[in-house]
Nanobody, 124 residues
Framework: QVQLVESGGGLVQAGGSLRLSCAAS????????TGWFRQSPAKEREFVAV????????DYAASVQGRFTISRDNVMNTVYLQMNNLKPEDTAVYYC?????????????????WGQGTQVTVSS
């Protein structure tokens, strides 16, 4: 089992920045591909970004490309999401998720472990 805990959400004005953290515990004998997803009211959960277990590979949703950066510190068992130039449409609950497989996938159904989420609210 892998337990994931997100932190770093909050309220920010449009154009501002936040950094989210996802701390893993439990089965951390290896580093798993880890993704960030988000969900706003009345919408399905959507992919934001993913990073490989080594940190050498990343992928982003088109809507955040160039504004968000995913990174990881495998010594600390933590994955980060640096969010810059935030927009009101970025408002959502942000979840991190880990998958046991090796590939960088973008579908919710491909992830095995989920955190409880952290709220990000961007005011205009």
């Amino acid at each position: 089992q892998v337990q994931l805990v997100e932190s770093g959400g909050g309220l920010v004005q449009a154009g501002g920045s936040l950094r989210l953290s996802c701390a893993a515990s439990g089965r951390t004998d290896r580093s798993y591909p880890t993704g960030w997803f988000r969900q706003s009211p009345a919408k399905e959960r959507e992919f934001v970004a993913v990073i490989s277990g080594s940190g050498g590979g990343t992928d982003y949703a088109a809507s955040v490309q160039g504004r968000f950066t995913i990174s990881r510190d495998n010594v600390m068992n933590t994955v980060y999401l640096q969010m810059n130039n935030l927009k009101p449409e970025d408002t959502a609950v942000y979840y991190c998720a880990a998958r046991l497989g090796r590939f960088l996938l973008t579908s919710v159904k491909d992830y095995d472990y989920w955190g409880q989420g952290t709220q990000v609210t961007v005011s205009s």
